[in-house]
């Protein structure tokens, strides 16, 4: 799913963002100008900042990858003690 999101971004062009607005303060991931860049936002914070869609999409690929190689560790270990 998280994949859609950052094609959707890459492909639709910089005028848009992906948003969630609740009464929480608004949640998603916004072009900025000045300075440009993408902004990620969760209720109303912000929690990243990166200066291009390409340092997203690097920081997304590494991030998948680490919980992959987490769950194949856990995985690996359970089947190896039962």
């Known amino acids: 799913m998280l994949g859609l999101v950052w094609f959707y971004l890459v492909s639709h062009g910089s005028d848009h963002s992906v948003t969630n607005s609740s009464s929480r303060g608004k949640s998603g991931v916004f072009y900025t100008k000045d300075p440009a860049g ?24 590494k991030g998948v990858k680490a919980l992959e190689e987490k769950q194949e560790s856990v995985l690996r270990k359970y089947y190896q003690d039962s």
């Open 38 to 61: 993408l902004v990620v936002m969760f209720r109303g914070k912000q929690v990243f900042r990166y200066k291009s869609i390409e340092e997203f999409i690097e920081a997304h690929m």
